[in-house]
């Protein structure tokens, strides 16, 4: 049973550039959780997506960062006219149920803006 | 205030020893409350859920404490694999989790 999965694992934009990141949940979980971590920082919630609905995107920055979970394909996380400030590690979960079940996360992308 | 908290440590521990860490949280409304272990440079990984109950995994032990707010992580005889950033979560129902910022422990030969 294959985990949860990203890719690309490693990512290299330069500031004004789009940045697509791709996330495929386990086998038969259906809801899927971004998250944002500075180095020497917590996770921070960005947005949660069962199959064609945003949930909550509470955490989400409103310009420039969107995200999809079609009902075919890997979720993706979309950011536009990318800056400095978006380096980061964007980890991808998922989880059977929303909420109260455990979530499972995957190998994580890392963003480097240049 | 946060809605998660945890000393980031760093707990510097010997082989064999145990080490306990605490996670407090704001929201009397949170349900869900888990463990997880995040190695450097790495994604988190499930350690272990905490029940009303308590619940035991080999050295792991987690409590949970509705009146106080809190949950803590026991680890047992602690070995050099178990060096980590370990990581609470509490979730409400239906919605995001709240991660803590970790607490580091480096477990010393």
């Known amino acids: 049973n294959a985990g949860v999965m990203q890719n690309p694992r490693h990512l290299v934009r330069r500031r004004g550039q789009e940045a697509r990141l791709r996330c495929s949940p386990m086998?038969?979980?259906?809801?899927v959780y971004w998250y944002r971590q500075l180095p020497e920082e917590g996770l921070k919630f960005m947005v949660y997506?069962?199959?064609?609905?945003?949930?909550?995107e509470s955490g989400m920055p409103k310009e420039r960062f969107s995200a999809e979970f079609p009902k075919e394909g890997p979720s993706i996380l979309r950011i536009q006219q990318v800056v400095r400030g978006d380096s980061a590690a964007y980890f991808c979960?998922?989880?059977?149920?929303?909420?109260?079940?455990?979530?499972?996360f995957g190998p994580g992308t890392r963003l480097t803006v240049t | 205030r946060k809605e998660v908290e945890q000393d980031p440590g760093p707990f510097n521990v010997p082989e064999g020893a145990t080490v306990a860490f605490n996670c407090t949280y704001s929201?009397?409304?949170?349900?869900?409350f888990f463990w997880y272990r995040q190695d450097c440079r790495k994604e988190p990984k499930l350690l272990m859920s905490?029940?009303?109950s308590g619940n035991e995994d080999g050295r792991f032990t987690a409590q949970l404490n509705r009146a106080s707010q809190y949950i803590s992580l026991l680890i047992r005889d602690s070995k050099l694999s178990d060096s980590a950033t370990y990581l609470c979560?509490?979730?409400?129902?239906?919605?995001?989790?709240?991660f803590g910022t970790g607490t580091s422990l480096t477990v010393i030969p």
């Open positions: 997506l069962q199959k064609e609905n945003i949930i909550d």
């Open positions: 929201n009397s409304a949170s349900q869900s």
């Open positions: 979960a998922s989880s059977p149920i929303g909420g109260r079940f455990e979530q499972y």
């Open positions: 905490v029940y009303s």
């Open positions: 086998k038969g979980h259906s809801h």
């Open positions: 979560a509490v979730s409400q129902a239906g919605n995001q989790f709240y």
